[in-house]
């Protein structure tokens, strides 16, 4: 299993990026995704999940009318559009696996501890 983000850059306030998580190892739909974010010196926190099988998202509320997720089960891959960027958006954006049957929506999307694997990041970084 294997999972491997892209996308991270240096935007100006109000900017946006597109991540990508290219998923390897597994079919898209036997996992939810979700994307997870560390600002330095804070605890990784959730930012938006997805499950393709069962047609579901989840943002966590400052997510929410700036970014989408969506997948594309024919590539395995999930993407995550990140529009308005602000600073307090900086940090290491990670894509993590859970296996759908035991995903619960937003539980597990704010449950970093409770993903089964992990890719190692892409850096946004937001400037003022």
């Known amino acids: 299993v294997q999972l491997v983000e892209s996308g991270g850059g240096l935007v100006q306030n109000g900017g946006s990026l597109r991540l990508t998580c290219v998923a390897s190892?597994?079919?898209?739909?036997?996992?939810?995704i979700g994307w997870f974010r560390q600002a330095p010196d804070q605890e990784r926190e959730g930012v938006s999940c997805i499950s393709t099988y069962e047609h579901s998202r989840y943002y966590v509320d400052n997510a929410k009318g700036r970014f989408t997720i969506s997948g594309d089960v024919a590539k395995n891959t999930v993407y995550l559009q990140m529009n308005n960027l602000k600073p307090e958006d900086t940090g290491i954006y990670y894509c993590?696996?859970?296996?759908?049957?035991?995903?619960?929506?937003?539980?597990?999307?704010?449950?970093?501890?409770?993903?089964?694997?992990w890719g190692k990041g892409t850096l946004v970084a937001v400037s003022s």
């Open positions: 993590a696996a859970k296996d759908f049957v035991f995903y619960v929506g937003g539980i597990s999307c704010r449950d970093p501890y409770g993903m089964d694997y």
């Open positions: 190892g597994f079919p898209l739909d036997d996992y939810a």
